[in-house]
């Protein structure tokens, strides 16, 4: 359904995306992840024709995005991250006009509007200027706008940004129940959300893909490896020394001081038990240790593995 390939954007000297490859297939959803900055509304926007690129091309449902935007856009359900909505009109007339915007004529406008309205959860706020909307509706009115036209493929930036974990919790569902009909490209900094949603992950940084691969794999991927939280009351320079001389140990990040203790996270490589070496390194050391604990491979320790810069 989309089809990415080589696409690259440069602005001015800046490489925001840098040759990118994926494929969204039919019925997929798909988490677009990657820290601030890393590319994905970049990306979005030119997945959406908003945006041309320096070079490569994407094309969606067979259509290029680029020289055949108009018949790709029309299966195209785009919710930008900030979404621009006309405050004075209200949920109605907004998406009647969006409606017609987006080419649907004649009697069909006023049932998509309706149909749209209803899945939105928008019923009892229909008649309300989007002025007078909670955050949390606005967002909605956002995600009916996207709908409206009734898209295949939803292209979503980041669509809980900002809610409360109540409205998180509601547009996840509506996501959920979108996605029984429609395939969904969707970026978010929710990882507990990808790993509940999304069949598919696409890991982007500094304009490169990291990881595509579905979460579950992702995670797998890293089942002996993982996060070791480290509690320690020693010279934080001598610690790190002496642990990165352990050739398992990947990275060792420093939390700085709480309490006293020194706080370290231990990024391990695959297939080994860290854990009894360092008590004994401690003890050799004569290091008082407070925590020595090795938390579950999660998806974020994939992300932050992959994306994090010491
Ligand atoms: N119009 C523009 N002109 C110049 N630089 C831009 C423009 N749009 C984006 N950038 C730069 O491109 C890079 C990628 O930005 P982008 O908005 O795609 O990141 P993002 O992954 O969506 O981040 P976030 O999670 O913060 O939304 C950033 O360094 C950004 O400053
Ligand atoms: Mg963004």
Request: hydrophobic fraction near 35%.
């Amino acid at each position: 359904m989309i089809h990415v390939q080589q696409l690259s954007k440069r602005f001015g000297r800046h490489q925001a995306v840098d040759g990118i490859s994926f494929d969204v297939s039919e019925g997929e959803i798909v988490g677009f992840l990657g820290p601030n900055g890393a590319g994905k509304t970049t990306t979005l926007r030119m997945l959406t024709g908003y945006l041309p690129p320096t070079s490569g091309n994407a094309s969606i449902n067979g259509f290029d995005v680029f020289k055949q935007s108009v018949k790709a856009r029309r299966s195209i359900g785009y919710m930008p991250e900030d979404v621009p909505l006309y405050r004075e009109m209200t949920v109605k007339e907004y998406l009647t006009f969006r409606a017609k915007l987006k080419g649907v004529k004649g009697r069909a406008v006023r049932s998509q509007v309706n149909q749209t309205i209803s899945e939105c959860g928008l019923s009892d706020r229909r008649r309300k200027p989007i002025a007078t909307l909670s955050k949390g509706y606005r967002q909605r009115v956002g995600l009916a706008d996207a709908l409206v036209h009734r898209p295949e493929l939803l292209i979503l930036d980041e669509p809980t940004n900002g809610l409360d974990p109540n409205q998180i919790i509601a547009i996840r569902k509506l996501i959920q129940e979108l996605a029984k009909k429609h395939t969904i490209l969707l970026s978010t900094h929710i990882l507990s959300e990808v790993e509940m949603i999304c069949s598919k992950v696409v890991i982007i940084d500094q304009g490169k893909i990291k990881a595509c691969d579905t979460p579950s794999n992702l995670v797998q991927g890293m089942r002996h490896a993982g996060r070791i939280q480290f509690e320690v009351k020693a010279d934080p320079i001598q610690v790190r020394k002496k642990l990165s001389a352990l050739t398992e140990i990947k990275k060792v990040l420093h939390g700085g001081k709480q309490a006293g203790w020194e706080q370290f996270e231990i990024i391990v490589d695959s297939g080994t038990e860290t854990r009894e070496r360092l008590s004994n390194l401690a003890a050799q050391e004569r290091w008082p240790v407070k925590t020595l604990y090795r938390h579950e491979g999660r998806l974020e320790d994939v992300f932050v593995e992959l994306t994090r810069r010491d």
